[in-house]
DNA sequence: TCCACTGACACCTTTGAAACGA
DNA sequence: ATCGTTTCAAAGGTGTCAGTGG
């Protein structure tokens, strides 16, 4: 069985240094013929060539993101709350696939929570706000779910969980964990690759799909007693924290970061649920998940793709996307350039697409 | 002084091995 | 001997809170 370990140490040889995938950015993508049955499943799913995958919780999600969704980040490595939980369908059942997870930054932008309390001397508020330019992209990490290669069957017949991912931010993490930064939005990308083992990976067929309800602020702790709430209340592992038998933190604790109300939105740099905190979420047609690359020739799982690559070209270097340096930031929005994009951007919600597919799927430290 | 961050802590669930019975 | 269930201790996942340091 493959583990995270085994990835990222494979995927941090010095000789794979190269990106090997093909976007479709610049292809177009396929989505001819008639949508199946399950097209009509739910409005939490993304049907992308014959592969679909659905959020699981989606409205546990959906109630976080209201909020503004933290996830907790500490040295040794923290799991998500809510996890990520998706259904997969579409995939060939005798064909094998490794399912992988990476975490997008939202944006070129480092957070702060400006409090105001006692504004309102009972219903103090804070909200994010931008605190200036996002530090460096940290090391790459890809989180390889540990079922992987497992065959097509085996990925449908249930819902597949990434329980066990963890979240870091040191830098120096030696465990595997996905590294993050404080006080930064990310945004959990979902690949599928068609591959029989973890070497053929990095020339295979692969799709990707994002939800925008699970993208989340970065902590060390909690800003919002809101989250803070709703965490203890929904996860087990926090049951002694919950109201009954103990004093209420609610009334011992400010509420901070709350989501500013819409006046506030139009502020110079500063952000509001559409950046940090709840965004709008599209109505069921509007999106679902969403793909934001996929290569090869597109809805045709088990073909491998035509490569525009090698994996031993001098050419690119340290495994660079043809898209801009990892400390780079995409630039204000409007990008819809491409036939993909735009395609997606039918699917999406605040064009945000243009700017993510900018980011490699597996930065040079990763390849 | 502010605030992001850390580590110890209590409380809880999960896990897996051992014991037990059918 | 095998299989399924129960028990229980260890491991590990939580948020809290006081303290640290830039």
């Known amino acids: ?39 009509a499943a739910g409005p939490d799913a993304y049907l992308q060539g014959n592969i679909r995958m659905t959020l699981e919780d989606p409205e546990l999600w959906k109630t976080f993101h209201e909020i503004g969704t933290e996830m907790i980040i500490t040295k040794p490595g923290r799991r998500m709350f809510p996890h990520c939980k998706v259904n997969l369908s579409g995939l060939i059942p ?21 409090k105001q309390c006692f ?7 804070s909200k994010w706000e931008v605190a200036g330019k996002a530090e460096p992209q ?3 990490r890809t989180y390889l779910h540990p079922d992987s290669p497992a065959p097509g069957s085996h990925w449908m017949k249930q819902s597949v969980s990434f329980l ?3 979240l870091t931010n040191n830098t120096l993490d030696q465990h595997g964990h996905i590294i993050l930064h404080s006080m930064h939005r990310y945004h959990p990308r979902f690949h599928i690759v068609q ?20 993208s989340f602020t970065a902590v060390t702790a909690y800003q919002n007693t809101k989250i803070t709430k709703l965490k203890i209340n929904h996860n087990p ?9 103990r004093s209420s933190f609610e009334s011992r604790v400010p509420d901070v970061a709350t989501v500013p109300d819409e006046s506030s939105k139009s502020r110079t740099h500063e952000i509001g649920p559409s950046a940090c905190g709840p965004q709008h979420l599209p109505g069921p047609q509007d999106y679902t998940g969403v793909l934001n690359m996929t290569m090869a020739q597109t809805s045709k799982p088990g073909v491998i793709g035509h490569h525009i690559y090698s994996p031993y070209s001098a050419e690119q270097p340290l495994g660079q996307w043809s898209g801009p340096a990892p400390t780079q930031y995409p630039p204000p929005h409007h990008l819809t350039t491409d036939y993909t994009t735009q395609a997606v951007h039918h699917s999406y919600h605040h064009g945000n697409v243009a700017e993510w597919s900018q980011y490699p799927l597996f930065p040079y430290s990763c390849w």
């Open 1 to 39: 069985r493959a583990t995270a370990e085994h990835l990222n140490i494979y995927l941090n040889i010095p000789s794979a240094t190269v990106f090997p995938f093909v976007s479709n950015r610049y292809l177009k993508p396929n989505f001819s013929g008639p949508p199946p049955s399950s097209m």
């Open 94 to 114: 005798c064909a094998k696939y490794i399912l992988l997870v990476d975490m997008v930054p939202e944006d070129g932008f480092r957070y702060k929570v400006r």
């Open 119 to 125: 504004v309102l001397r009972h219903f103090p508020s």
């Open 138 to 140: 940290p090391p790459c």
């Open 164 to 166: 066990k991912l963890k």
């Open 195 to 214: 591959a029989d083992d973890l070497f053929s990976v990095r020339w295979s067929v692969f799709q990707t799909f994002t939800f925008p309800e699970t």
């Open 237 to 245: 592992f926090a049951k002694g924290f919950r109201d009954e038998g």
